[in-house]
């Protein structure tokens, strides 16, 4: 146990949720707090304010990417500059199969799979990748194990001047991406490269790009 942390487990039941839970925390004066997710306005009004009061707030919230985080708290009641105000960054994952190393088998490059993997960006394709077979240590699956790809947003200047209550994702997207956003499919195909995954698994799990 870690002395200087203090965990609180939520519990609907007993009327102590997510936003009770932060008002409680903050009674204590603590430097960092983590919600678990942000579901409600209500947890967010309460993540918001301990912002504003000078406490580093973690939380995390379930949409398509990183840009989707901004969108997603102005539909939950968020206003913009209170967004503006607070939010640092976002960080968006998710968690691809690993390519069993048994029996794993390179290929030379689908050429189009990997245009559909990259595109707009011109990230040069490897002369082969790897791709999934399946043996008796990985239970014919052909994958083994799971790792995370992620894409890393910061709220730059530009950034903030887009976060506008009818700005659309697409807007933020294209502003994220000018200010130097590396989209989980590009993070999915440096795994590609390094032979961790195959291309076909990036398809699967990492979202289109769709800049309107």
Known sequence: VEPALNQMQVNAQ??????????????QDPDIIMVGEIRDLETAEMAIQAALTGHLVLSTLHTNDAPSAMV???????????????????????????????????QVTDTDAWASLTQPWKLPAPGGTWHAVGCDNCRGSGFHGRVGIYESLSLTPALRNVIQPDCSIADLRRQALR??????????????????????????????????
Not at 14 to 23: P, S
Not at 188 to 206: N, P, Q, W
Request: proline content about 6%; aromatic content about 2%.
């Open 72 to 106: 997603r708290l102005m539909d939950i009641g968020v206003p913009p500059y209170l967004i503006n105000a607070t939010v640092l960054g976002v960080v968006g994952q998710r968690l691809i199969r690993t390519l069993c190393p048994a029996c794993r088998v390179k």
């Open 14 to 27: 007993l009327g102590l949720d997510f936003a009770t839970g932060v008002r409680t925390l903050m009674r």
């Open 179 to 212: 200010d130097g956003l590396e989209p989980l499919r590009i993070g999915g195909a440096r795994k590609v490269i390094s032979g961790v995954t195959s291309i076909e698994e990036v398809l699967r799990v990492a979202p289109l790009i769709e800049l309107g």
